[in-house]
């Protein structure tokens, strides 16, 4: 079923007895948890080396489009060797492009707020803040919200209020605070984590100079360079330090980042064909009765979808948005107002419209995560305004 080393495989005989023996090979060195109770805190080298082979595996996952929502040391097994095997799929999901999570599962200790909360949530930005608590675990023996009682745990995992030791080193005090916070967007993403000093100090030499070093897809670049908004941009090197410096947020980067990663993806996207979510009869049927918060907001366009995804992040941009990738078509703003009462978080989707016979049509649509309904309504007026400035 999965194909990493860090990673149980079950595979199509999972329901026999002999995954029995499949689990029993992998758990001759014990459980995760078993260690910490018998050794308490480990030294920083060795929770290191448990926690990028934790990582290692979720960053696989995560890649799969799986997220575990369980991750805890009772789910990770120790081999012969002392290496780990992530475990216990039973409470992990399927990840698609625009939704979100809702169901409460896992333990509580080791749960994100929006989790415990009942809130809607990404299972990446959710399984991160349990590797903080599982990282601070290994650093300590000890968790950072523990209460016997549930409402008061509740509270101390809202507030996400903890207390590192004496003895904790800066770096990694600094990644904990980085990975235990209330703010799902504030986390750090997998790719910053293992970036972050903590772990990318430890890398051996010989394994760091094993990188791969990122190269511009020529191709690609001269595709967004066709762009009527790009017509007078000359100075072709700084372009291509802005790509190579992957931390620019510039409207030309952005465009090439977004067409790479649908030549990344070929084999699941269509450049001038985004696969829907619903069917013919879903618009009919199912688009009535929408709450404020579901899909309905959004209008047909007939330009390339490369063209309006470009346009849309130049008007996010004006309006000092800010947003996240989770697909080429598909991404996730947040808008503040002058106060937070009309701050707006917001997922807006581009599809094929497959029920009109003309090529090149697209729907574009709008979802309200949180924030002010009417700024969110005066967001979408915009933005329409914008693609249909004659209306």
């Not at 926690?51 to 040391?73: E, G, T, W």
């Not at 330009?303 to 996730?332: A, H, Q, R, T």
């Amino acid at each position: 079923m999965f194909s990493h080393p860090n990673i149980i495989k079950l595979f199509e005989y999972i329901k026999t007895d002999k995954v029995h023996y499949l689990v029993l090979e992998y758990v001759s060195g014990g459980e995760l948890y078993s260690l910490l109770e018998k050794k308490g805190k480990l030294p920083e080298c060795e929770a290191r080396k448990y926690f990028y082979q934790v990582l290692k595996a979720i960053d696989y996952l995560h890649s799969q489009r799986i997220s575990h929502r369980d991750i805890k040391p009772e789910n990770i097994l120790l081999d012969e060797h002392k290496n780990i095997k992530l475990a216990d799929f039973g409470l992990s999901n399927l990840m698609r492009d625009g939704e979100f999570l809702s169901t409460a599962c896992g333990s509580a200790n080791y749960a994100a707020p929006e989790v415990i909360t009942g809130s809607k949530y990404c299972g990446t930005e959710v399984d991160v803040w349990s590797l903080g608590i599982l990282l601070y675990a290994l650093l300590t023996g000890t968790l950072p919200f523990d209460d016997i009682s549930m409402p008061a745990l509740i509270s101390n995992i809202k507030s996400a209020k903890f207390i590192i030791p004496h003895y904790i080193t800066p770096n990694a005090s600094d990644l904990l605070k980085k990975l235990i916070i209330v703010n799902q967007s504030h986390r750090l993403t997998i790719p910053q984590i293992f970036k972050h000093a903590w772990i990318s100090e430890a890398f051996p030499i010989h394994i760091r100079n094993k990188q791969k070093p990122y190269i511009i897809d020529e191709n690609i670049f001269r595709d967004v360079l066709k762009y009527p908004k790009f017509a007078d941009l000359k100075n072709y090197d700084d372009l291509r330090r802005n790509i190579l410096a992957r931390n620019n947020f510039d409207i030309f980067t952005v465009t090439y980042e977004m067409m790479l990663y649908a030549k990344m993806n070929e084999t699941c996207w269509e450049k001038d064909e985004m696969k829907t979510l619903f069917t013919i009869s879903d618009v009919g049927d199912k688009r009535k009765d929408y709450r404020p918060n579901d899909w309905k907001y959004g209008f047909i366009l007939d330009e390339s979808p490369d063209e309006i995804m470009m346009n849309l992040l130049l008007m996010l941009k004006e309006m000092n948005g800010k947003w996240v990738f989770m697909g080429p078509y598909n991404i996730k703003a947040i808008l503040k107002g002058a106060n937070k009462k009309f701050h707006v978080k917001t997922v807006i989707r581009l599809y094929s419209v497959r029920f009109i016979k003309e090529d090149n049509v697209y729907f574009l649509d709008f979802k309200l995560e949180k924030g002010n309904f009417l700024r969110f309504l005066d967001v979408c007026y915009k933005i329409y305004i914008e693609f249909h400035p004659n209306t």
